[in-house]
């Protein structure tokens, strides 16, 4: 007997060893983080099965093939669709419930914590009409060659599974060509992930340009009496703060905590130390745009409802943007880092905004000189190829995109997310997909310039 279960423990001890082993590739993540990997799954399942469903109008299978293509343990989530309420619940096999709900105008949330604020905000829409983009939703001046070119791109990738869903071109202020993937539409919102970082600077810009009176002098937040004090707003737009934020996308990680796990998406970061001096050293942090979300939420007197107000009237509307949701958090500040929904016309129109330097309409939205100083290199020693929460071409020893002008920069988001500003060619290409690994930018866009 006690052979045998000398015998059981010996197997029973193996398999615990082969699942240790095997699940960082079976699951996507080590055992010894199973709790966080739980939350973060059910965080992620809730939020973007939410924002699929009431934002983009995707099926439950859609939904959970993008999340699937983050780990294999998502096919497991359990996502419950209560169209009633506009809400979504997720559990992964039983354990860690978690919600989000939907509200028309600021999209969804996690329901974490007290979020009885966001209940009374009302959000106005953008009503577009139909005169020829980019004021209007009509498009008479497609390229006829280019448009075929332009669907050519779209079949090859989605033959080759890069699941491109929204291709556009821009070419002098006009939009010249459009291709959409299945079920997707000239309207239809879809996730920018990190691209909305540039949006977020532009947000920065316009209150800038409303309220130049505004002391941007040390410390930017009131609590940041200590070294942190001497981190500039340009500090935080270039991503040399500073501070240290893990961006890995681990469970545990701050960058898990802050999008699946927190009330205050910025408050993660706002409790961030600092790893190098201010303006030295490159890092590439998703909290440091929630920072630059909040530092504008508190400028405009901390209230959602003024917050949400400021973007409409300010950014929207101006750009005739019907399409665009800017997700909150459970608090009511922006989520700046990667929760903004627009279709592909509207993320061509944030393209030319900074394409007319800023101008729109032949009135002025960005202060004078913010679209140059933002497409500059910044001054770490380490990587200046990002100006102010956009990626450059050039500026450093080499082209991020060879096959691209040198002047060319970009917002760039996860699953392979791109708008190129092309100020020589005076171009700019929105592609939207949900990729799981590399996607050839450079190799399609340049098949798109003039």
């Given at each position: ?11 029973i ?9 095997l ?8 055992i ?45 989530l359990?996502l419950?669709?209560?169209d ?20 028309p ?26 005169a020829p ?31 491109t ?5 821009i ?27 540039s ?20 410390p ?16 935080l ?6 501070l240290?934020?893990?961006?890995t ?9 802050m999008?699946?796990?927190a ?19 490159f890092?590439?942090?998703s ?9 504008v ?17 300010q ?12 997700e909150?958090d ?27 330097d800023?101008?729109?309409n032949?009135a ?47 917002m760039?988001?996860n ?9 020589s ?21 340049a098949?798109?310039?003039?």
């Amino acid at each position: 007997m006690k052979k045998i279960i000398l015998s059981l423990l010996v197997v029973i001890a193996a398999l615990i060893l082969a699942l240790a082993l095997l699940a960082p590739r079976l699951l996507g993540f080590s055992i010894a983080e199973l709790g966080n990997a739980v939350r973060v799954s059910t965080g992620m399942g809730a939020k973007l099965a939410c924002s699929g469903r009431y934002l983009s109008g995707f099926d439950h299978t859609r939904n959970l093939n993008d999340l699937a293509s983050y780990s294999p343990a998502n096919r497991l989530l359990d996502l419950h669709y209560d169209d009633q309420a506009g809400r979504v619940t997720a559990t992964l096999m039983g354990m860690g419930e978690t919600s989000a709900t939907f509200r028309p105008g600021l999209g969804c949330t996690l329901d974490i914590g007290d979020t009885s604020a966001l209940d009374g905000v009302t959000v106005a829409s953008v009503v577009a009409s139909q005169a020829p983009w980019p004021h209007g939703n009509s498009a008479p001046d497609i390229i006829p060659s280019l448009q075929e070119t332009l669907d050519d791109i779209l079949r090859q990738d989605n033959s080759a599974g890069l699941n491109t869903r929204a291709l556009v071109v821009i070419q002098d202020g006009k939009l010249v060509a459009e291709s959409y993937g299945e079920k997707i539409a000239p309207q239809t919102p879809l996730l920018g992930w990190s691209m909305g970082k540039s949006l977020t600077a532009i947000l920065v810009a316009r209150l800038q340009a409303v309220q130049p009176e505004i002391d941007i002098s040390s410390p930017l937040f009131p609590h940041w009496q200590d070294e942190r004090r001497r981190i500039s707003l340009e500090n935080l737009l270039q991503m040399t703060s500073g501070l240290a934020f893990d961006e890995t996308y681990a469970p545990g990680s701050d960058a898990t905590k802050m999008l699946f796990g927190a009330h205050s998406a910025s408050d993660i970061a706002m409790q961030s130390p600092l790893a190098h001096p201010p303006g030295e050293y490159f890092s590439y942090s998703s909290g440091t745009t929630n920072l630059l979300a909040r530092w504008v939420y508190d400028q405009l007197g901390a209230r959602p409802q003024t917050n949400v107000d400021f973007f409409q009237q300010q950014i929207l509307t101006p750009l005739a943007m019907s399409n665009t949701t800017f997700e909150v958090d459970a608090s009511g500040v922006f989520v700046g880092s990667s929760y903004i929904y627009a279709s592909a016309r509207d993320w061509a129109r944030l393209g030319l905004l900074m394409l007319n330097d800023g101008d729109w309409n032949g009135a002025p939205l960005l202060p004078e000189g913010w679209v140059s100083a933002a497409s500059q290199p910044n001054t770490s020693t380490n990587e200046p190829r990002y100006g102010y929460q956009f990626w450059l071409n050039g500026g450093g020893e080499t082209l991020r995109f060879p096959e691209l002008p040198e002047d060319s920069y970009f917002m760039l988001g996860n699953r392979e997310q791109a708008v190129m500003i092309s100020p020589s060619t005076r171009t700019v290409v929105v592609r939207l997909g949900w990729t799981r690994g590399d996607y050839p930018t450079g190799k399609n866009f340049a098949r798109l310039l003039p």
